[in-house]
């Protein structure tokens, strides 16, 4: 199969909570729940997310995006995500869109271009896919999301898998949260994810979770801070046989 149906991270935070990445409140949740985008207080806001692979030289995940509210109840989104190395990628960009569609219901969309960078004797591949995504929050303490991946499958690309995601989130008190995710993807295993944050002072969020995929367990865990419409936050992972990786993410909003 050449080309993965979508979770590589993008979000150091997302990887820090076991790689659930629905609930943010950051504009690179157009990757991971479009539906989300219409809750985003800035009106402009963006991010930059960095990881290198396997300790090799320009081996690495790199993803940007940007979130525009112009209107009250919805917003627009666009995301970039690049893994791999100069001569040899995967690449995505995409263009979201997220809308509040009742009270405590938001629905989302978006759709995207895949390219498979190689060198020019063996040419690229292109192909494309389209995401649909929902958030309900029934209370102020839970939320409810979901995500279904290229779910045009077979129609367009069988060599883009789909996959589909539910999470769960819910609000302890103002510093402790807690989330957790099933993820399952056509052909592959079940993936369980799960994550939680705690948030000792305002602006400082300490996260851990982990995740389940073919009976290997991975740790995650990081911490980040925010100010004003500036963010900094750094994800790692411990892999019992790929060892320890590390992420960072910037954002900023206003």
């Known amino acids: 199969m050449l080309l993965?149906?979508?979770?590589?991270?993008?979000?150091?935070?997302?990887?820090?909570?076991?790689?659930?990445?629905?609930?943010?409140?950051?504009?690179?949740?157009?990757?991971?729940?479009?539906?989300?985008?219409?809750?985003?207080?800035?009106?402009?806001?963006?991010?930059?997310?960095?990881r290198g692979l396997l300790g090799v030289p320009g081996l690495s995940d790199r993803?940007?995006?940007?979130?525009?509210?112009?209107?009250?109840?919805?917003?627009?989104?666009?995301?970039?995500?690049?893994?791999?190395?100069?001569?040899y990628s995967s690449q995505r960009a995409g263009i979201a869109y997220g809308m509040r569609a009742a009270r405590g219901l938001y629905l989302g969309a978006q759709v995207n271009m895949h390219i498979i960078h190689q060198p020019a004797y063996y040419g690229n591949i292109y192909?494309?896919?389209?995401e649909l995504s929902m958030l309900f929050t029934p209370s102020e303490k839970l939320v409810i999301a979901s995500h279904v991946f290229n779910f045009l499958y077979g129609l367009v690309d069988r060599s883009l898998p789909a996959m589909a995601e539910i999470a769960l989130g819910y609000n302890f008190t103002e510093k402790v949260f807690f989330t957790a995710e099933v993820e399952k993807q056509v052909n592959q295993p079940v993936v369980w994810r799960w994550g939680a944050e705690y948030k000792p002072v305002r602006g400082l969020n300490l996260d851990i979770g982990g995740y389940l995929l073919d009976n290997i367990y991975t740790i995650t865990f990081g911490l980040g801070y925010h100010y004003r419409?500036?963010?900094?936050?750094?994800?790692?992972?411990?892999?019992?046989?790929?060892?320890?990786?590390?992420?960072?993410?910037?954002?900023?909003?206003?």
Not at 127 to 130: L, N
Not at 231 to 249: M, V
């Open 127 to 130: 192909t494309a896919s389209a």
């Open 229 to 254: 419409w500036l963010g900094i936050t750094t994800g790692f992972e411990s892999h019992p046989l790929l060892g320890l990786t590390s992420c960072i993410s910037l954002e900023l909003g206003f």
């Open 63 to 87: 993803f940007f995006s940007m979130a525009y509210r112009p209107w009250k109840n919805s917003a627009l989104g666009l995301d970039y995500h690049f893994t791999g190395i100069d001569v």
């Open 4 to 50: 993965k149906a979508q979770q590589t991270p993008s979000n150091a935070r997302a990887v820090a909570l076991g790689g659930i990445g629905q609930l943010l409140a950051s504009p690179s949740v157009a990757y991971y729940n479009q539906a989300a985008l219409a809750r985003l207080e800035p009106r402009f806001s963006a991010s930059i997310f960095y």
